[in-house]
């Protein structure tokens, strides 16, 4: 079955440091979400990416979609304690357009000030 | 404010017994989705609906019972039959029913269940 494995699972910056998150699946993805939770809250939508090579930004970050279609990568720039909590990554890796979604375990990401 | 409502917030539940989470949504999403999150697993799908008065099963729909009687509301009931339900569970809505790629889902705040 399809699984989405993210790495790392926990990462600690300074601020102001810049980092990445990646979210690797073994077969296609077919709409690549990140999301981002506080702690005991719901997710917040973040992007979605759906072809191969493609990059969306928003505020200082920035996600990508690799040529395969296999690998996303999630980039903060000058991280700030705003960007903490706990980065997920979605995929409909069933054959597309079934609006069913599997998620990866998460990043926690903690910035230091 | 468009968005989607999960209640209550925190809820404590004996063993044996019953107990209904509350998910409506105004964003006239035809698509809800009810997930279940514990520590170090990620969310996992329980029940999907993707049109007023029909549901699918999930990953993980062994205990848990739903309803879609109205566009907006998607109740989960969590039965005595659910082995571990302490968990913090979140409910999506979706914009489409037919389309040709998936549509982005959009979360309520997510209940705490906790038994006793």
């Known amino acids: 079955s399809q699984e989405l494995e993210q790495s790392p699972q926990s990462l600690i910056v300074q601020e102001g440091k810049n980092l990445t998150i990646n979210c690797t699946s073994s077969?296609?993805?077919?709409?690549l979400y990140w999301y981002k939770q506080k702690y005991g809250e719901g997710l917040i939508f973040l992007m979605m990416?759906?072809?191969?090579?493609e990059e969306k930004s928003h505020e200082k970050i920035t996600a990508k979609l690799d040529e395969k279609k296999q690998q996303s990568s999630l980039h903060i720039t000058a991280s700030q304690p705003s960007h903490a909590g706990i980065y997920l990554c979605?995929?409909?890796?069933?054959?597309?357009?079934?609006?069913?979604?599997?998620f990866g375990t998460g990043t926690l990401l903690a910035v230091q000030p | 404010d468009g968005g989607i409502t999960q209640s209550p917030k925190y809820l404590f539940r004996k063993e044996g017994q019953n107990v209904t989470l509350s998910c409506e949504q105004n964003?006239?999403?035809?698509?809800m989705y009810w997930y279940r999150q514990d520590p170090g697993q990620g969310l996992r799908l329980i029940y999907y609906?993707?049109?007023?008065?029909?549901?699918q099963k999930g990953d993980i729909a062994e205990g848990y019972s739903v309803s879609r009687e109205k566009k907006e509301s998607f109740p989960l009931t969590v039965t005595s039959a659910q082995k571990n339900p302490t968990a913090f569970y979140l409910c999506?809505?979706?914009?489409?029913?037919?389309?040709?790629?998936?549509?982005?889902?959009?979360f309520g705040p997510g209940t705490r269940l906790t038994v006793l």
């Open positions: 077969k296609t993805l077919y709409g």
């Open positions: 990416l759906q072809k191969g090579g």
């Open positions: 609906s993707q049109i007023v008065n029909d549901f």
């Open positions: 979605g995929a409909d890796a069933r054959g597309g357009a079934t609006n069913k979604l599997i």
């Open positions: 964003l006239n999403h035809d698509a």
């Open positions: 999506a809505s979706s914009v489409r029913v037919a389309s040709v790629s998936t549509d982005t889902q959009y």
